[in-house]
Every structure is written in C-alpha cells, then in structure tokens.
C-alpha cells in the first residue's frame, strides 16, 4: 500500500488575525519524522518522501500526501463534522420541550382545564418563552455572496455564545481552509494535489491530498492557499465570517531510498517480530 | 483572567513503534505572545498567571489512530487539572484553573495510544512559566 502522509497545519488563528500573517503562527507536523523531515513541528517543514521500491528492489506504491489545518482556537478536531449543528437542534428541541412541560394547555389536546370541555390547542399567549438570543453567523464565499453559516457561535467548551454581552475572546474558530496547493514540485509534475471527500469527522469532510512522484530525487518547494475566516460584526446580533487568504511556502524532499517499514526499519518481506526471540506457535497443546 | 488551550498531538504510529512519546509528542498553546516557549514541542512552557483557565485537548497526527489522554500530573497547589466533556458528546478535555503565582512549575500527561492498554507518559515534560503581563 502506499506510504501515507499527514502533513498537519495548526494554526493559532487569533494570532494570525491578529496580526494578518501566518508567520510565527502556523506550526506543520508530519509524521516523516524518523525518516528524515526537518522543521517537523515549525512553520518550516521539508518532509522526506522516500522512493516507490522496497529494499528487496520490489515495486511499492507512490507515496500519498494528505494535509489537515486545524485551528488553534477552536474544539477539539475529533468532534463529528456535525457536532455544531446537532448541538443546536438538540438545544431546541429542548427549549421546546421545557415549553410543552409548563404549558401542556398549549401544545396538549387531551388537557382540559375544571368545566371546559373544548379540547382543541390553544393559541400560544402568555408563555414565557426562553431567550434564543444566540449568535447566529453567516459566511461570505470566495464569489462575495454571503450565506448562513448554518451554526451557532460556540465557545471552546461546546456552550453557545449569547448575543447579550458575547465573549468572542474565547469562541470556537471555524476550520481555516486550503483552497490550493501550487508553485514548483506542482509545476514540474513532483506533486499531484487534488481535492477529496472523506466521511472521517474533520475538515468537514474534505482534505487535499497528492501523489508524489518519486522518479525525479531533489528538494522542491510548494505553496499552500488557506483562507481563514475573521468574525466581523456587521449589526446588533449579526455576524459574518470573512475569508482571510494567506499563503505559505514549504518544501518537499524526494529521495530514492527505498520505502521503510516503520516497525521493523526493513522492507516488504519482514514481519514486525523481535528478531532475537522465537516466535511462540500456538498449537493445539496451547488450549489445553 | 486568561483561558489558554494548549493541543496536544499525538504521533500514535511512531509513539507505539518506539514506546515512548519522546518526538512523538507536540504540545501548542494559543498564548505565545504572552511568552510561551517551546511550541509544538513535548517540553511546551505554556505562560500563565494566577486565576488563568488552561484548556487541554488531544488528538492523533493520523485522525484514523486513538489516543486518550488519561492524566495529568501537577503540584495540586498549582493547578487542578479535572476531566470534561463537551456537551451531548463523549469527547473530552481536561481544564484546570492556575491557582497560585508561579515561576516555573513542570506537569505530566499521560496518554493511552491504539489499542495499547499501557499508558506512556512525557518523560521530558511540559511546564507552566510566569506570563509576560
């Protein structure tokens, strides 16, 4: 199978807002590491990728780049791609509910009230209703159009964030964006990105991904495209994520050292077994 | 009074390959204006000052890999750290309120990764250090 690797950008969105750069803020980790990538865990990463043959001189499979960007600021990336959504349907459906409990008179045609015998609902008057003042968040695309966000603010402990004195110093930063990936190891056909769908809970389902090819050994650069998006208040209550485009610049080592099994540090052909003890065969005196 | 939330990513491949988090381990805190040191490192020196609400959340370099965090070590006069869930949820973080002013006071964390059952913990820890301002 193909050597696969995670190319992670984290990026403390606050800062780099704040500051309009990705610089000092932005930290890449792959997991190249032990094989040879440098700047791991730096805004200067140069992964190593290893060539497409075994040790044994076998054929292997091209090496398969994946990039991930996380923000800083936000929850945890393993929540489902839904989490936000569901979490405000779940929300009213428990306002709601809390509504039907302390006005059965309402919503409950079987309740009657002493000496009334209509049992048709009842206009909703004079309930207390709960106060929905969340912030609602629209986004503005790439073309200018603005539409829902289809979410609620949320801090970074999963709670909404109320319209009434919002806290955004402590809000959950939507998923910054790679839009492209260009410059010299696409240009000379070292990279081939593309964008995929994926049903894993990040990056709402959609990261890019590339081939390498490892025919041609050297050291090329690459440029990412990440739009991050800026909580600008336009009205009372109305707020709208701008696209803020970045650009930055890594690089690509391609070597023809044969790919590596991580476990063993040998090719294809050796099993992940302690080379200096026996392995124990279970045999039907085992069960015994 | 500050929150920090400080990442920590977990290489789980290389860290069950070596049986260690040594450069397995990144930690990355969102407060390095304030002088946090270290980023992106297993020896993260996070910035703080008393009253300040540290945030932990962890994840795996790979999304596909499981790794836990199940501890985290510190003077309890310092700092509490306490489990959380976000809500409807059974993902977790750990938070703890820095209680007392400090110079410079280590942790542990303490991680269970894949379907290994033996917890590994950072040998070249992190640190809480004094804020800037």
Same mark, same amino acid.
């Given at each position: 199978?193909?050597?696969?690797?995670?190319?992670?950008?984290?990026?403390?969105?606050?800062?780099?807002?704040?500051?309009?750069?990705?610089?000092?803020?932005?930290?890449?980790?792959?997991?190249?590491?032990?094989?040879?990538?440098?700047?791991?865990?730096?805004?200067?990463?140069?992964?190593?990728?290893?060539?497409?043959?075994?040790?044994?001189?076998?054929?292997?499979?091209?090496?398969?780049?994946?990039?991930?960007?996380?923000?800083?600021?936000?929850?945890?990336?393993?929540?489902?791609?839904?989490?936000?959504?569901?979490?405000?349907?779940?929300?009213?459906?428990?306002?709601?509910?809390?509504?039907?409990?302390?006005?059965?008179?309402?919503?409950?045609?079987?309740?009657?009230?002493?000496?009334?015998?209509?049992?048709?609902?009842?206009?909703?008057?004079?309930?207390?209703?709960?106060?929905?003042?969340?912030?609602?968040?629209?986004?503005?695309?790439?073309?200018?159009?603005?539409?829902?966000?289809?979410?609620?603010?949320?801090?970074?402990?999963?709670?909404?964030?109320?319209?009434?004195?919002?806290?955004?110093?402590?809000?959950?930063?939507?998923?910054?964006?790679?839009?492209?990936?260009?410059?010299?190891?696409?240009?000379?056909?070292?990279?081939?990105?593309?964008?995929?769908?994926?049903?894993?809970?990040?990056?709402?389902?959609?990261?890019?991904?590339?081939?390498?090819?490892?025919?041609?050994?050297?050291?090329?650069?690459?440029?990412?495209?990440?739009?991050?998006?800026?909580?600008?208040?336009?009205?009372?209550?109305?707020?709208?994520?701008?696209?803020?485009?970045?650009?930055?610049?890594?690089?690509?080592?391609?070597?023809?050292?044969?790919?590596?099994?991580?476990?063993?540090?040998?090719?294809?052909?050796?099993?992940?077994?302690?080379?200096?003890?026996?392995?124990?065969?279970?045999?039907?005196?085992?069960?015994? | 009074?500050?929150?920090?939330?400080?990442?920590?990513?977990?290489?789980?491949?290389?860290?069950?390959?070596?049986?260690?988090?040594?450069?397995?381990?990144? $930690?990355?805190?969102?407060?390095?204006?304030?002088?946090?040191?270290?980023?992106?490192?297993?020896? $993260?020196?996070?910035?703080?000052?008393?009253?300040?609400?540290?945030?932990?959340?962890?994840?795996?370099?790979?999304?596909?890999?499981?790794?836990?965090?199940?501890?985290?070590?510190?003077?309890?006069?310092?700092?509490?750290?306490?489990?959380?869930?976000?809500?409807?949820?059974?993902?977790?973080?750990?938070?703890?309120?820095?209680?007392?002013? $400090?110079?410079?006071?280590?942790?542990?964390?303490?991680?269970?990764?894949?379907?290994?059952?033996?917890?590994?913990?950072?040998?070249?820890?992190?640190?809480?250090?004094?804020?800037?301002?």
């Amino acid at each position: 199978m193909s050597q696969e690797i995670t190319v992670l950008a984290i990026i403390d969105t606050e800062a780099a807002l704040a500051a309009n750069s990705l610089e000092g803020n932005i930290y890449f980790i792959d997991n190249l590491r032990k094989t040879g990538s440098t700047g791991v865990g730096t805004s200067d990463l140069n992964s190593m990728a290893n060539s497409s043959h075994w040790a044994t001189g076998e054929q292997a499979y091209e090496p398969l780049f994946n990039w991930l960007v996380f923000p800083l600021n936000g929850v945890v990336p393993t929540l489902p791609r839904d989490y936000i959504r569901n979490l405000a349907k779940a929300n009213d459906n428990k306002l709601m509910n809390n509504i039907k409990i302390s006005h059965p008179e309402h919503t409950n045609p079987t309740s009657k009230t002493e000496g009334n015998s209509d049992t048709s609902p009842k206009p909703i008057t004079n309930v207390q209703m709960p106060k929905l003042d969340f912030v609602q968040t629209k986004i503005r695309a790439a073309s200018g159009e603005i539409r829902d966000a289809g979410m609620k603010l949320i801090d970074r402990e999963g709670s909404f964030v109320q319209a009434t004195q919002p806290d955004l110093d402590y809000m959950n930063h939507i998923l910054p964006r790679i839009t492209a990936i260009t410059g010299e190891a696409v240009d000379k056909g070292v990279l081939f990105p593309a964008q995929y769908g994926t049903p894993l809970a990040v990056d709402n389902g959609w990261y890019f991904s590339a081939t390498v090819s490892s025919a041609v050994p050297g050291i090329y650069s690459y440029t990412l495209h990440i739009t991050l998006y800026k909580l600008e208040q336009q009205n009372e209550n109305e707020y709208i994520w701008e696209p803020m485009c970045f650009t930055h610049d890594l690089k690509i080592t391609v070597v023809s050292n044969p790919m590596i099994n991580g476990f063993t540090w040998a090719g294809l052909g050796y099993l992940p077994l302690p080379l200096e003890e026996q392995p124990i065969y279970q045999t039907s005196e085992t069960f015994k | 009074m500050r929150r920090t939330t400080i990442m920590t990513i977990v290489d789980v491949v290389g860290a069950l390959a070596d049986d260690s988090l040594n450069e397995n381990m990144y $930690l990355i805190d969102d407060n390095k204006s304030n002088g946090s040191l270290d980023e992106a490192t297993e020896s $993260l020196k996070t910035a703080v000052n008393i009253g300040d609400v540290v945030t932990w959340t962890v994840f795996s370099l790979e999304p596909e890999s499981y790794v836990e965090l199940t501890k985290i070590e510190i003077d309890p006069q310092y700092c509490v750290p306490t489990i959380k869930y976000y809500p409807n949820s059974d993902v977790c973080y750990w938070e703890g309120t820095i209680l007392k002013d $400090l110079d410079s006071v280590p942790y542990s964390i303490a991680v269970i990764v894949g379907n290994s059952d033996t917890e590994l913990i950072t040998s070249d820890g992190p640190c809480f250090i004094q804020a800037l301002q």
